[in-house]
């Protein structure tokens, strides 16, 4: 069975981060994941996974729902419904009163998706859909495996968390599996690799990750083709993030470095 990343196009895939955020719309919401896949058509499809203290998998980025909504609640100490009682597009309507989308602006409430809404919408409908599983909590490691198997999409998820614990968590339950999924690596282990390229090791340096990931929120000024196709030549693949790629032309010098996938906020100028 083909992987996640041997499923993705040659080209450089287009790749939504927490299903557009910033002025395109209400991050990690179903509001922007349909936007994403359905008018941005998106290939890689990056969500937040957390766990509530009644067993749900709820997307979001942060432990606190402060950043998105009128609430405060720890996603850890609260339940679907108690979650399900804020405007996750709060933030977003209080940042874009002046130039935000008029369908969120003047819209109700919008609920904090789950996981289980998310595949049910999308893994049947968008067949070569592929989801991007950024772990937030150690809880939700677990529940999130169980419920792709239910599904038999395992050939359609990238696992990853910056988290070094959670990633190694990640890294064993996928050890433990016949099949393959692929694994990105965390921020303490990409920094150690960024390292062993400077310092001349890289091509003798043990990697277990499948894609590594590199944040630009102002520069790319440390990223060249000689690193991008070092790291190709160990077999791995390269994932871009951060907000320095809602500029089009940031996001075609990272396409021809060899960028195998771009993680917009943007999906709409990615597009």
Request: charged fraction near 25%; glycine fraction near 6%; include cysteine.
């Amino acid at each position: 069975m083909t992987t996640a990343l041997e499923r993705l196009p040659k080209t450089c895939a287009h790749g939504s981060h927490r299903g557009g955020r910033s002025i395109y719309g209400p991050e990690n919401t179903m509001f922007n994941y349909r936007k994403a896949v359905n008018e941005a058509k998106t290939e890689v499809l990056e969500i937040d996974l957390h766990l509530t203290n009644d067993g749900h998998i709820v997307l979001h980025h942060d432990d606190s729902i402060a950043s998105t909504s009128n609430g405060a609640r720890s996603i850890a100490n609260s339940s679907l419904s108690d979650l399900r009682e804020y405007d996750y597009a709060y933030r977003y309507k209080q940042a874009n009163k002046g130039g935000g989308d008029p369908e969120i602006i003047n819209g109700g409430q919008m609920n904090i998706p789950t996981l289980t809404d998310v595949l049910d919408e999308f893994s049947t409908s968008h067949p070569n859909l592929i989801f991007f599983f950024d772990m937030k909590s150690l809880s939700a490691v677990a529940p999130a495996f169980l419920e792709i198997k239910k599904r038999n999409i395992e050939n359609r998820v990238i696992f990853g968390a910056l988290d070094a614990n959670i990633n190694k968590e990640v890294l064993k339950h996928v050890a433990s599996l016949s099949i393959k999924i692929p694994v990105t690596v965390d921020v303490s282990t990409m920094l150690s690799l960024y390292g062993a390229y400077v310092s001349g090791k890289f091509e003798t340096v043990k990697i277990e990750h499948d894609l590594l990931g590199f944040h630009l929120d102002d520069t790319s000024s440390r990223l060249n083709k000689q690193l991008f196709d070092a790291i190709h030549d160990r077999g791995k693949k390269i994932a871009v993030f951060g907000a320095w790629l809602n500029d089009p032309a940031n996001q075609v010098q990272m396409i021809q470095l060899g960028a195998d996938i771009i993680m917009c906020d943007r999906p709409d100028i990615l597009r």
